[in-house]
């Protein structure tokens, strides 16, 4: 039973646009998102994170979205730059019955080119 | 501040052998969770500890893998025996504090790449 799911496995884009990568998930009891960026040979590192209260979180260039009634959130990097080239992973998390578990999806390889 | 250590980095067994993993969680972080990342998946939590006693195993195949974190600061997870299909990264991470409220950030260390021939 796959949760969170990233239907994207692969990304391209050009160096200064915009990346979106999306993210649905199954579970109405999800109340914290995150996005998690992966280089290889490293472990995942904690990218931007939104509450289920909110419909939007920024910081610097990375946006994230959250459509609850869609179930689907999205995280937009503009302007995209090649060190952004990564796996990005979407999370969550229902703090209420699962306390700190995350639920991650299977991953989405972004490839910026310059 | 020195991340969370995990070792080996590599490991090549065969099917029916014993492994272990090592984890050192950064210096005061009370929680320390294991991960399994088969290919082409997301990390799946198998047990998380809080200082030495464990918060949830639900998803930890019992039969085979172990854990402890005796002091509750290292921790060992180790398969007894091996099957092809435990083949995956096994991360650790790190929280400095329990969940409430917040989201406690969870640092990952870098792995260790388990191959089961």
């Known amino acids: 039973d796959q949760q969170v799911k990233q239907n994207s496995p692969s990304l391209s884009v050009q160096e200064g646009r915009i990346s979106i990568l999306n993210c649905d998930y199954t579970n109405s009891m999800f109340d914290y998102f995150l996005w998690y960026k992966k280089y290889p040979a490293e472990g995942p590192t904690f990218l931007i994170s939104i509450s289920s209260i909110k419909d939007k979180n920024e910081d610097g260039r990375f946006t994230v979205f959250l459509n609850k009634s869609a179930k689907h959130l999205s995280l937009h990097i503009v302007p995209s730059q090649p060190g952004d080239s990564a796996v990005y992973f979407c999370a969550a998390s229902a703090r209420e019955t699962s306390g700190s578990r995350l639920t991650f999806g299977e991953g989405t390889q972004l490839t910026v080119n310059p | 501040e020195a991340g969370v250590a995990q070792s080996p980095r590599y490991k090549i067994i065969e099917k029916r052998q014993s492994v272990a993993f090592w984890c050192n969680p950064i210096?005061?972080?009370?929680?320390l969770y294991w991960y399994q990342q088969i290919l082409g998946q997301g990390p799946k939590l198998l047990i998380q500890f809080q200082n030495n006693g464990v918060v949830d195993d639900s998803q930890l195949p019992k039969d085979r893998f172990s854990a402890e974190r005796l002091k509750g600061v290292d921790s060992t997870l180790k398969i007894q025996p091996a099957k092809l299909e435990d083949s995956a990264v096994y991360l650790c991470a790190s929280s400095l504090i329990p969940w409430g409220g917040g989201y406690n950030e969870q640092f990952f260390g870098p792995g260790t790449r388990l191959t089961v021939l």
């Open positions: 210096s005061g972080h009370a929680t």
